[in-house]
């Protein structure tokens, strides 16, 4: 390895190997969850009044928005589903499911729907779960790196850089 490589390493810090959640503030934490159940209660009220149809497509995706929002609520707000048993379990589950997992799941769940029936209330009824999986997704980008650490990295290959460019001039004029 490199002397370059070796310093890139040391700058950069290492990933964090207990839990996908120590990325995420507590704030944002908390952000993603408020906007899971909101995203439930749009998706439940949306589907209830999708079924209101003779259309089958819409009841169809009526009903799917009416499940999309039971297991937003079911992992993100167990509280609400007291009476279901295991309820907690795919609670814990969900929670150690890596971010960019949860952003997948969401976004496929709330896409869904809308694919089967696009209409103004499967839209509106999914935007919302669907920018809880999008919210998922920018926590499992990660956070922002530091300017120095990158400016020093910087600094560092642009004068292994000159040097390689002066050792093979030099070695070009012998």
Same mark, same amino acid.
């Given at each position: 390895?490199?002397?370059?490589?070796?310093?890139?390493?040391?700058?950069?810090?290492?990933? &964090?190997?207990?839990?996908?959640?120590?990325?995420?503030?507590?704030?944002?934490k908390w952000? @993603?969850?408020? +906007?899971? !159940?909101?995203? %439930?209660?749009? @998706?439940?009220?949306?589907?209830?009044?999708n @079924? !209101?149809?003779?259309?089958? $497509?819409?009841?169809?995706a009526?009903?799917?928005?009416? $499940?999309?929002?039971?297991?937003?609520?079911?992992?993100?707000?167990?509280?609400?589903c007291?009476?279901?048993?295991?309820?907690?379990? !795919?609670?814990?589950? +969900?929670d150690?499911?890596?971010?960019?997992?949860? +952003?997948?799941?969401?976004c496929?769940? &709330? !896409?869904?729907?809308?694919? *089967?029936s696009?209409?103004?209330?499967? *839209?509106?009824?999914?935007?919302? +779960?669907?920018?809880?999986?999008v919210?998922?997704?920018? =926590?499992?980008?990660g956070?922002?790196?530091?300017?120095? =650490?990158?400016?020093?990295?910087q #600094? #560092? #290959?642009k004068?292994?850089?000159e040097?390689?460019?002066? %050792?093979? $001039?030099?070695? #070009?004029?012998?």
């Amino acid at each position: 390895m490199s002397s370059q490589e070796d310093q890139f390493q040391q700058a950069t810090p290492a990933p &964090a190997a207990s839990s996908a959640d120590d990325d995420m503030t507590w704030w944002y934490k908390w952000l @993603c969850r408020i +906007a899971g !159940v909101i995203g %439930g209660v749009s @998706c439940a009220l949306a589907g209830l009044w999708n @079924c !209101v149809t003779i259309n089958p $497509l819409n009841i169809a995706a009526g009903v799917w928005m009416m $499940l999309n929002a039971f297991i937003l609520f079911l992992c993100e707000a167990p509280f609400c589903c007291q009476f279901i048993e295991f309820a907690n379990t !795919v609670s814990t589950r +969900a929670d150690k499911l890596r971010p960019w997992q949860k +952003a997948a799941f969401y976004c496929g769940m &709330a !896409v869904f729907p809308v694919i *089967l029936s696009l209409t103004l209330t499967t *839209l509106l009824g999914n935007a919302i +779960a669907f920018a809880t999986g999008v919210l998922y997704g920018l =926590s499992a980008l990660g956070k922002k790196g530091d300017a120095i =650490s990158y400016a020093r990295i910087q #600094q #560092q #290959q642009k004068q292994a850089d000159e040097e390689k460019l002066t %050792g093979t $001039l030099e070695g #070009q004029a012998l």
